[in-house]
C-alpha cells in the first residue's frame, strides 16, 4: 500500500516525486516505459523560460516566473547543469517590433525582471552570427538552459535516495476506487494508494478518463529538432527566439548545457499519440527558419534530428486540478512546463495538503544528489585518485565525448538505474557525439549485459522489443 | 621526453612504428585504444588484403599480424586500452588507461594514425521513427565478425561503400537475407570486385540512384520506404517503395578521426577532413606527422601501410636532424581532381601525388603544370571517385617550381 | 559466346571479355594481368571463391577462420555449416589448420587466440 502513485516519470512526475520524498510517505512512480523521461521530457527545446510569453494571470504565467525563480538551486542541489545563458526574441520587421513591444509589457506584468528591448547595432554585437536582416530583439536576461532528460533523471534518482519506488513498464489500464482511495493496474501488476497524482503526459486525458473525468483533453503536437556538433556549440551563446506570430513561436535556435547547437522545433498537430517519427517537411522547415535567422550555419555538422510530442492541453491552461478526492491532474503540460515544473510541483502538494494528506517532513531527507558530472569535471589528481581505487574510470569507452567505463557502470547502478542503451547515453553522453554509438554502442552492450546479469542479446535500445541484436551466430537460434 | 610517439596502433602505426625503428629511432611507444593491436583489421575478416604489399590475398587479422609480429620482433613498446585524451602544439601527450592513470608524455615528434569513423544516420537525417536496427556496417561488422551476434535477418543497406558490400555478403552466409543494396548516386562507391563477389554472387540487387526516404517501425526496424533519386538526388516521390526489413545498415563514408589533430592545431583540408602535409606528411605543426586513414581515406590498407612508411622514415629523420625545409610549392587541383596528399611540397625529391577525382572519366588525361609549363601528363582509361589514383613526379620535373597545378583533360 | 565478367582477383577489378566456344574459354580480353585470364577461365568452367567467416572456440569466444585457397562456389553454403558446426580447441595460431580437406581446402585459423 501506497500513500501516493505518481502516474508518469517525465519531469513532472520526477519533480513532484522529489518534493514530496522530504515527507515521511511512502510513494511510488508508475511509469509505462522501461526507463524515465521518456514522453515530451526526452525531447523538448531544454529551455528555462524567463516567463514573458505566458499571458498574464494564467497558471502558465504563475507557475513559470516561479519555476524558473527556483530552478538554479534545483539544479545545485541535484548536481545538474544549468546555464543562465539568457534569451532573444528576434524581430526582422515593423510588425514584429509591435508584437515584440506587446512582449516586454507582458513581461513586466507577469514580473520578469531585466528585460529590455536591445536595437541592431548592440544585438550585432551581442551575437554576431545573427542574420544582418535582424532589426531588433527582446532580450531577457533571466533565460537560460538546462538538459530536461537529465534534470528529471537527477530527480527520480534523488527521490528515490530518499524512499520512492519507480516501477517501470508499468502501462496503467485501470483505477478502482477502493475504500481507502484507488486501485490501479497494468497488465500484470497492481499496486493501491490512497492518492493518485496524473502526470501521464500526452497520455493524461486518457488517465483522467479511467476516473470518470472527462472535462479536457489532450492532444499531441509534434516538434521536430536538429541538433548540431559540438563545433557548432558557439554559434550563438543566448537561446533565439523568433517573434511569436499567430502560427507558433516558430523555430529556436539555442546551445544546450552540452555545447551543441539546437535547431527547432516545427509545431504540427498530430492524431496518433505515438507516432514520433520525424519528416522530410519538418527537416526541411528547420533548416530554412535557421538559415533565415543566422548568418551561417554549417547543416553538415548535424549530428541527430529527432522529435517529441508536446502534450496541448484542450484548456490553453496547465490542467492543475482535483476531479475527484484524492486524485490530482497534473495534465497538458506543455511549453513552459519545464521552466515551471518545480512550481508546479510545489502547486501540487498544496492541493495534496487541501485533499486531506499530512504532510510530516523526513529527518533524513537528503536533497542533495552527487552530479554525474563530478568525474568529468574533476582536476586531473582527482581523476588520478578516482582511477587508482576504480581502475574503470581509467577506461575510455565513449571516444567522442570522453565517457569512462566507470561513468557508465555508475549510471547502472545508481539510481533510476539505466537498464538499456538509451539510457546509459541520457545518463553519460555516451553514444551521444558524433558518431552516435558507432563504435562504443557494442562496449556499452558489453557492459549492460555484464551488469545487469542478462544475455547479451537482451540488451535493448529502450525496452521492450528494441533489441540490438536478434541472435547468436555459430549454431545460435535466430529468435 | 621520448623519441617517437605513434597514436594509434592500426595498420599506419605499426607500419610507421616498424620504419621509424629500421630507420634508426629506438624510443618509440605506440599508444593503442583498443585491447590488441591492428586497428580496424582485426573485424574486417575477409579476404583481398595484402595484394600489393606481399603478393598474397591476406585477410585482415592475417594481415595486422604479419605487422604484429615485427612489433614485437623488433621490441617496439606500446601501451594497449590506453586512449590519448589531448596533444599540444609543442607535443605534449596527455593519455589515460587503467593501470597508469591519466599521464603526460612529451615527444621529439608524434605520428597520428587514428584512422576513420563511420558517417552516421544522425548526419543523413531520414524521416520516420527511431527504432533499434539500424547501425553503421562496421558496427554490425564488430557484433557479427568480433562478438558473435547477429544484428538482424532481414537487411536492407544503405550506401555501397566496402564495408557494406562485405557486410551484405557476411550477413548473407551468416543466415540473413539482404533485400537490397541502395546507392543515392550513379555508381558505387565499393570495389568493383566487391560488387561482384558480395553482391552478384548472392543475387543481392543494387539499386543505383536510389535511398531510403522513411524509416518505419516503433521499437524494432518494420521496413524502410526507398525511392529512385532524380539528378538533383531528391527522392522522386511517386517511385517510393516500402520494403519490409528489421536492420538497416549504412555505409554512407567514412571521416578520418581529426579531433586530436585540432587540438593540436593541425591544419585540416576541408575536402579530405585530414590534415595538410608535405610529401613527408608533416602537419603544420612541425614534428607532427599523419598517416593511414586519420590523413585522407584509403581503398587499401596496402597504401595505408605504404603511407605509414613515408611518415615513420621522415619523423626518424625529424628526430635525428630537426626540420629541413629547401623550398615551398603549394598543389592546386582542377575540382575534377577533388584533392591531392601531399597538399605541399617542401623538399625537391622524387613525390608520388595520391588523388582522388570527383566523378567517373573515361579516357581521361591527367595533367600535371606549372604556370603555363605542363609538366607531366599521364593517360587513364577509367578514374572513379572510389578509387585513389597516384602519379609519380621525379626530383628534377619539380624543381624550381612555384606552384604546381593538376587538372583533367577529359575527351 | 561471349561472356563479361568483374575480375576479382585485386582490387583493379577488370572488366573482362571471355569468348567461349563448345564450353571451352578460347579468349580472354580486358584483363591486365597472367591472374586475370586464369580467374576468367576458372569462372567460365568451374568458379571457385575463398570462404572467410569465424568459428566458435571451446571457450566461447571467436577466431576468424578461412579456406586456405578458393573452393567451388556452389559449395560455399555447405562450408558455413561445417565452420559453424566446429569448436576449436584453444590455443590457435595464425595459420593453424581446423578443419581437413574441405571441398579440396583446409579451414585455417586467421587470428591468434588464447
Known sequence: MYDIAIIGAGVIGGMTARELSKYNLNICILEKENDVAMGATKANSAIVHAGFDAKEGSLKAKLNVRGSLLMPAVCEELGVKYKNNGSLVIGFNDQDRETINELLKRGKRNGVEGLRIVEKQELKHMEPNLSDNVLCALYAPTGAIVCPYELTIAAIGNAMDNGVNLKRNFDVKSIETTAIGYKIKSKNDSVEVRFVINCAGIYSDEIAKLVGDDSFEVHARR??????????????????????TKMGKGILVSPTVDQNLLLGPTSVDIDDKDDKSTTQDGMGQIIENAQENLSFVSLSKTITSFCGLRAVGSTGDFIINSPKKQFINAAGIESPGLSASPAIAEYIIKLLSEQGLTLTKKQNYNPIRESVHKFFEASIDQKNKIIKDNPAYGRIVCRCEG?????????IRRNPSACDLDGVKRRTRAQMGRCQGGFCGPYIAEILSRELGVPFENVTKFGGKSKVNIAKTKGGKIL | MRDLVIIGGGPAGMSAAITARESGIQDILILERDGQLGGILQQCIHNGFGLHKFGEELTGPEYAWKYEKKVKELGIEYKLNTMVLDITKDRVITATNSS???????????????GCRERSKGALNIAGTRPAGIYSAGTAQKYVNTMGYLPGKNVVILGSGDIGLIMARRMTLEGAKVRAVCEIMSYSGGLARNIEQCLNDFDIPLKLEHT???????????????????????????????????????????IPENELSKKADVDISSITNGAIVDQDRQTSCEG??????????????????????LAGKAAAEYIKQGKKQTIEIAIKTDGKIRYTVPQVITDSKDVTLFFRV?????????????????????????????????????????????????????? | MERKLTCIVCPLGCELVVT????????????????????????????????????????????????????????????????NSVTVKLPVAVGDIIVKDVFGSNIVATQNRS
Open chain 2, 288 to 309: 607532427i606527422f599523419a598517416c593511414g586513414n586519420v590523413l585522407h581515406v584509403h581503398d587499401l590498407v596496402d597504401f595505408v601501410s605504404q603511407e605509414a612508411e
Open chain 1, 223 to 244: 516538434g521536430e529538432y536538429i541538433l548540431l556538433d559540438k563545433e557548432c556549440g558557439d554559434v550563438v551563446s543566448h537561446t533565439i527566439f523568433r517573434t511569436p
Open chain 2, 212 to 254: 531510403v526516404v522513411e524509416i518505419h517501425g516503433k521499437e524494432r526496424l518494420e521496413g524502410v520506404t526507398i525511392a529512385k533519386v532524380d539528378k538533383n538526388r531528391k527522392p522522386i516521390l511517386d517511385t517510393c517503395e516500402y520494403i519490409p526489413c528489421d536492420t538497416l545498415l549504412l555505409s554512407v563514408g567514412l
Open chain 3, 20 to 83: 567461349i566456344e563448345d564450353n571451352n574459354v578460347i579468349k580472354v580480353c580486358g584483363n591486365t594481368c597472367k591472374r586475370g585470364e586464369v580467374y576468367a577461365k576458372n569462372e567460365c568452367t568451374c568458379p571457385k571463391r575463398t570462404v572467410t567467416s569465424t568459428a566458435m572456440c571451446d571457450n566461447g569466444s571467436l577466431v576468424s577462420v578461412k579456406t586456405d585457397s578458393p573452393i567451388p562456389k556452389e559449395k560455399i553454403y555447405e562450408c558455413m555449416q561445417i565452420i
Open chain 1, 403 to 411: 565517457i569512462t567505463e566507470g561513468e557508465i557502470i555508475d549510471a
Open chain 2, 358 to 411: 570527383s566523378d567517373i572519366y573515361k579516357n581521361a588525361k591527367i595533367c600535371v603544370s606549372d604556370g603555363d609549363k605542363q609538366i607531366l601528363s599521364k593517360h587513364r582509361p577509367k578514374l572513379a571517385p572510389g578509387e585513389m589514383e597516384s602519379i609519380t613526379l621525379k626530383g628534377e620535373q619539380i624543381c624550381g617550381a612555384k606552384e604546381l597545378y593538376l587538372s583533367l583533360e577529359v575527351q
Open chain 2, 100 to 114: 597508469d592513470g591519466i599521464f603526460e608524455l612529451k615527444a621529439k615528434a608524434i605520428i597520428l594514425a587514428m
